[in-house]
């Protein structure tokens, strides 16, 4: 029995009229890749293959479906717009505080205050054995440097107790843009096509 290889099946397309393919790629622990190819000529212009991430067995995996056009764009026009706003809010915070930050991190005198004031007294990752093994006298500015990104904005914001009205507002923008998103991801799901029943193999 051969133990990695794939495997092409057929599915009926949206429309009904015609077919879509899949070739599933799978090695000894199940199938890993997939490609999806639309056959039909009037699905094709209506339908755009998209992909979301699922937990699977296998950890987090792409997972496709056909994704109505007129949703796919606005999906690709929300993500643009959220990425700005994300990025806007950054360069602005970065401008205002991250020599407020870098200052903040350094107090004390050994890496393991400076790791304990980044992480909250070891509340939030990197764990110190992590931090100790990355971080060193020559990269210490590029980590704090690098720390300062979105994803930490939040919790960097309220660790050095500071509110900038501007600020608030981009980051408001970028708030309601990621429920914006996940709103039409959810819409793009409901809608979208992933094929379950059979055409033949
Ligand atoms: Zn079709």
């Keep these: 029995m051969a133990s990695s290889g794939n495997q092409m099946q057929k599915y009926k397309c949206p429309c009904g009229k015609s077919y879509f393919t899949v070739n599933r790629y799978h090695d000894d622990m199940g199938p890993f890749d997939e490609h999806w190819e639309m056959n039909c000529n009037h699905c094709k212009q209506r339908y755009q293959l998209s992909s979301f991430l699922k937990e699977t067995d296998r950890g987090i995996n792409e997972a496709y479906l056909w994704a109505p056009i007129n ?3 606005e999906l690709a026009i929300v993500e643009g717009q959220l990425h700005k706003a994300q990025n806007d809010a950054l360069a602005l915070a970065r401008e205002l505080y991250l020599e407020h930050w870098i200052l903040h991190c350094c107090r004390g005198q050994t890496k393991r205050d400076i790791w304990r004031n980044l992480s909250d007294d070891g509340r939030r990752e990197p764990g110190f054995a992590l931090f100790d093994s990355l971080v ?5 500015g ?3 440097k690098d720390y300062f990104n979105y994803l930490n904005l939040d919790y ?3 660790k050095l107790r500071v509110r900038d009205l501007r600020l608030d507002g981009l980051r408001g923008q970028a708030a309601d843009l990621q429920s914006r998103l996940e709103k039409v991801q959810g819409l793009m799901r409901m809608e979208g096509f992933a094929g379950q029943s059979e055409y033949g193999i």
Excluded: A, G, P
């Excluded at 060193?136 to 210490?140: F, G, I, P, S």
């Design 142 to 144: 590029d980590y704090l």
């Design 136 to 140: 060193n006298d020559l990269n210490m």
């Design 156 to 158: 960097i914001l309220k």
């Design 71 to 73: 949703i796919f764009s």
